[in-house]
């Protein structure tokens, strides 16, 4: 993998964007290996992804970044420029469930993850074994009726004691409150255990089983201020069979949720997802 | 394809019955080409369904009707015995759209739907051209706020003329009267434009849209007198993109309708769907 | 659907081709709807694809073309300028089987094609009656042993007397002359019965059932000179059972064909298709 | 999970196959969950599966088993009777590649792989810390061409030392010698790392890649002397971009891999498989 830098960016639509990026990345002699673009006519919002050859780049990332500085206001421009060679860190919020868990320290471990996970929060203490066998930290903030907002106040400091990019919620058994919903917003992804927008509430799979679906599903999204709501990144769906009891549509449904979970994550760690509103465009 | 007798059976659960039902098969020389059987134990359910070889047998389908008749009522069986060689009659109800219309019509022209279509009843003259082109009836019966009832009376006395088995809702615009669900039950076979149970409402591309998931679906149903909430056949779906407008969508959409009508009807004529409660088994 | 142009274009990778091409149109005032890039770094290959908003443009299409062409020769690129408001033109060949030649005429008659059906030449005349009252003529060309050359000359002949864009072999059931495949190289688009690359030679449904896969699928390609092997455009499989016989495998696998194929014509009448060497980049 | 004895059958077809056994469970008072019958008109063969509620039985698992033997003969019927309580052991054979073992291992300590890991034999110790930090057995058999056979006899004896049932092969980068794919007959599991038939050789996504497919897939079959030829068990394929180097697609198929072969191996375990020549019948 060569090392590259990736220009993510969103602007109302205009005449001339991609000329005025494109011919700037020229100017400083950047190959370009992949770009992407997208207007949305409905939403009069242009959507763009560039990934350039660092290697062939006659500038330094932060010259660059000075470069898209300068025209970024006169398009109204919000954009980021991520390094491959500096991987976004993942910090895993977990529970007691820990398919999602141990799938991604798998992927992390060998070398499939294109992040780095940099811990795991818990509110049990179940997983610590697992975690630490991993070489990963492990945090346990249990989380209680009573002090509820003090254990989310002590994971958004090891969110940013760890510097990390973005937050996991791998089956996280909790609901994380709206003001720390909306100061990390677009940096929590969520894997809800079901093709969303479906059944509401508890337990999706007795409901599926007891509809009598034939297919059952998971969907990875951002976390917003309002429930299960948040853009969307990644769904995916598997097909049932009538002889299946709802603990086998649960063991199918975790086949689901954890490799959404994966590719919704690989997205976002590419930085393949941009947001508009409360949908995604996926330059996947 | 070799003649066939297919019984379908379901009863409450209890030990004997396949011993019961194969034992009578073969003591009448019938061979069996295919059987499955499957306990509910929630429900306390059991359902099968024999596929016997119709030249293997030393009787008639009178006769082995009649000898299924003597043991059903020890086991309080519901059951039907139907001949591969009276392949089910098929009426289908369409409005303006035809793409469900269209490829059913394909299909029985072909030969690969095992059933005989025999007529299509339609509240627009719209499509009576195309439906008389391929040498079947076209009914004309308007549906209006003041003769609604009376118009579902003409469809079921042409259902009743025509001698058909099932009605196919083939993205007919109109909702049933209740009393005809009911006395149609489990011969009326609907296509959801949508993912069952997803968007509520009407127009549910739009509302996929605009909530920005990335699969659409489609779920071929019993329609019962409550509205989208009769017992599921088959379901299926299809991945969409950031770039695809509703009028995409609503395309893709389509070829996921008519496949998934097409095998959920295929379904229903080969005898492979069991009803029990909201829920069907499907021997697939 | 507003009137775009569609920019198709490739060369030799090297800095500057977004900016030079990007720069061009928004020095014209053109509005870009959708862009995608991709550079293959094995191969050292540029491939870019821009949709234009054909109505912001202070030019004409052929101004258009003409600053193209002027910067086209520096980067040594092959390029297409295609008009929305001037869809491609489709020629079909068929033989006696039609649920491809079906399909693709239903999707034009409900104008879900992106392309306009042409004419359509076969080998046998049992498919004309469908053929014409669809609207559309239909030319019988026999093709034997002795007069095998000329058959083709006259089909090349008739593709050229309708000003057809694009040849498609929905299961014709002959061989095309290498020179012809030559000629119109990228213009002509076969749909294969089986998923590529995989069983050779005839009836690869019987060898799927002896072989006892549990997948099987279609492929939609280019044809070359090379029998089967030309550049793949599309594929798709579906899951088949053991209890299929050879006829259900062709009833599954035609319907795959057909999705198959009106799949990869979609993306080749939208010039989502470029081709390199022996492979395709598919802008979907 | 209730206990359940798993009767597996097949032999030539003839009538009263399923009256026998089925009259022959009911007489010990066997309450039937599941059953499926299959006739293969082609081969002439019948194959059936029966889950019997092992708590409702009348009967040990002997007394059964002694009943079946004395109807067996009379079919010339091959069978099997297991014990959900007595899971299936299973005994891996890896290399240096760990995707499927590491997934195996987690489904067995989730408790969602019905059966029993009960070691982890390899050619190379890169893998033994994570085998052994599992509480799993590691048994290094180094295979080099001069001791070839030795080791293969080796891993023969640890088989049966461990009175295991099935050996899975995760990847395992050496050929079987065939005398023992013969002993070991329908009781040896391999992934193969490709869509069989497909690409012929080593690398296959490497072929993938240079031919230009959409579709990359995995196929799980039992290992006969005649190598990547033995029955099918299960196949699954995924989707794949343009964009993907091979290194994506070895990431992308080795989700597949994993998959098909937990997949594949979940019908062994539960008695779902049936042979019969160089197929099998999949009572999924």
Redo the contacts between chains.
């Keep these: 993998?060569?090392r590259s830098y990736i220009l993510t960016a969103s602007c109302p639509?205009?005449?001339?964007?991609?000329?005025?990026v494109?011919?700037l990345?020229?100017?400083l002699?950047?190959?370009?290996?992949?770009?992407?673009?997208?207007?949305?006519?409905a939403a009069g919002w242009f959507f763009m992804r560039y990934e350039i050859d660092a290697t062939?780049l006659a500038a330094s990332r932060e010259e660059l970044a000075a470069a898209i500085e300068e025209i970024a206001g006169s398009f109204a421009m919000r954009w980021q420029l991520n390094d491959s060679a500096r991987p976004k860190r993942v910090l895993v919020l977990a529970s007691r469930t820990?398919?999602c868990l141990?799938?991604l320290i798998?992927r992390w471990r060998?070398g499939?993850l294109p992040g780095e996970l940099v811990g795991v929060v818990s509110n049990h203490t179940l997983l610590a074994a697992q975690v630490e066998?991993a070489g990963l930290a492990f945090h346990h903030v249990p989380v209680t009726a009573e002090r509820r907002l003090q254990a989310f106040e002590a994971i958004e400091r090891i969110f940013e004691a760890l510097a990390a990019d973005v937050m996991v919620l791998a089956r996280y058994m909790q609901i994380l409150p709206p003001p720390l919903c909306a100061r990390l917003s677009g940096r929590i992804i969520n894997i809800h255990h079901s093709?969303?927008?479906?059944?509401v509430g508890a337990n999706p799979y007795r409901q599926a089983y007891?509809?009598?679906?034939?297919?059952i599903?998971a969907t990875c999204h951002y976390v917003t201020e309002a429930l299960d709501a948040g853009?969307?990144?990644?769904?995916?769906?598997v097909r049932i069979?009538?002889?299946d009891t709802v603990?086998r549509l649960i063991?199918l449904g975790?086949?689901v949720e954890k490799?959404v979970l994966a590719r919704g994550l690989r997205y976002h760690l590419e930085d393949r997802v941009l947001r508009h509103g409360?949908?995604?465009?996926?330059f996947?």
């Design positions: 993998m060569r639509d205009r005449i001339g964007i991609i000329a005025a494109s011919g990345i020229a100017r002699g950047g190959s370009i290996l992949e770009a992407s673009q997208h207007a949305d006519a062939t820990d398919h141990a799938d798998y060998s499939t066998a093709f969303l927008p479906s059944f007891e509809r009598g679906v034939k297919i599903g853009p969307i990144i990644e769904q995916d769906v069979h009538h002889g603990e063991a975790q086949d490799n409360n949908k995604t465009v996926v996947a």
